[in-house]
């Protein structure tokens, strides 16, 4: 992987607080079962179909909890690889509860999974991912 700097600036487009055209995901994390949660209601701006939340927000939100768990468990880590699985259309205008956790560090690599559900508990989407630990 190319040795870059991995420096926030505030405009993260998932939870950058400086990014105006951002999701500014706000994230809370339980030490103890190295898990990131954040709650999340997508507009109709991150709409794919009419009052259908597109794919690829859900995805980066999947993609995004996984890194902070990463990041507040103290690993300098960013996304190797991701997969995610659609399970249930996200209707706009209505809450998303997502959690991701840190499952396994070995070496140079974390794997994490995540949820999203909706607010009545239905699975929305799931995920796995491999994080590269920078050192």
Not at 49 to 55: A, C, F, L, S, V
Not at 99 to 107: H, Q, W
């Amino acid at each position: 992987m190319t040795d870059i700097k991995t420096e926030d600036d505030g405009f993260c487009f998932a939870c950058g607080e400086k990014n105006e055209a951002g999701l500014k995901l706000k994230f809370e994390y339980d030490p103890a079962s190295k898990t990131a949660t954040t709650c999340f209601t997508p507009q109709r701006k991150h709409q794919g179909y009419r009052g259908i939340t597109h794919g690829g927000i859900i995805g980066l939100v999947l993609d995004e909890a996984m890194a902070q768990a990463a990041i507040k468990s103290g690993l300098n880590a960013v996304t190797a690889e991701l997969c995610f699985r659609l399970k249930n259309a996200a209707e706009t205008d209505k809450p998303l509860y997502c959690k991701a956790t840190i499952n396994e560090v070995s070496g140079k690599l974390a794997k994490a999974s995540a949820v999203i559900n909706d607010s009545a508990g239905r699975v929305i989407a799931t995920a796995d991912a491999k994080l590269f630990i920078r050192r």
